[in-house]
C-alpha cells in the first residue's frame, strides 16, 4: 500500500520560499508517478507539477517556474521548491501517487493538465498560508 507524508508548509510572508517534502514508502511497481496539487476551499484541486519513476518532471503550468519539483531517490523523497510566494498560493499542498504497469502510461499520467482522478493514493496534506 503506497503511503505519503507531506510536510514543510508554514506561515511566509510575501516573496518568501517554502519547500515542501512528500516521504513515500509501499511501492511495489515499477512504474509511477508523482504528483503535487493544492487546494483552497470551495475549489477543485489544482494540479501544479509532476515527476515519474524515471525523473521525467512535468509543470503543469510552464508559466509557473517558481514551483520547482525535485526527488531524492535514496530517501525516497520528493520535493516541491515554492519560490517568491504570493498571497494566492495560499493553500492545502498535497502530494498523490499513481502506479501503472507500463511506462507510457506513467507519462500519460504526468503531462498535463494534471488530473487528480489519476493519482489513486493521497497524503494529508499542508497547509501554506502566504501573508501580504
Known amino acids: 500500500q503506497v503511503q505519503l507524508v507531506e510536510s514543510g508548509g508554514g506561515l511566509v510572508q510575501s516573496g518568501g520560499s517554502l519547500r515542501l517534502s512528500c516521504v513515500t514508502s509501499?511501492?511495489?511497481?515499477?512504474?509511477?508517478?508523482i504528483g503535487w496539487f493544492r487546494q483552497v476551499p470551495g475549489k477543485d484541486r489544482e494540479g501544479l507539477s509532476c515527476?515519474?519513476?524515471?525523473?521525467?518532471?512535468y509543470a503543469d503550468d510552464p508559466s509557473r517556474s517558481r514551483f520547482i519539483i525535485s526527488r531524492n531517490k535514496a530517501e525516497k523523497t520528493v520535493y516541491l521548491q515554492l519560490n517568491n510566494l504570493e498571497p494566492e498560493d495560499t493553500a492545502v499542498y498535497y502530494c498523490?501517487?499513481?502506479?501503472?504497469?507500463?511506462?507510457?502510461?506513467?507519462?500519460?499520467?504526468?503531462?498535463?493538465?494534471?488530473?487528480?482522478?489519476?493519482?489513486?493514493?493521497w497524503g494529508q496534506g499542508t497547509q501554506v498560508t502566504v501573508s501580504s
Open positions: 509501499g511501492f511495489t511497481s515499477d512504474y509511477y508517478a
Open positions: 515527476i515519474t519513476s524515471d525523473d521525467n518532471t
Open positions: 498523490a501517487a499513481g502506479v501503472a504497469r507500463r511506462k507510457t502510461t506513467v507519462l500519460a499520467m504526468c503531462a498535463p493538465p494534471l488530473g487528480a482522478a489519476d493519482f489513486t493514493s
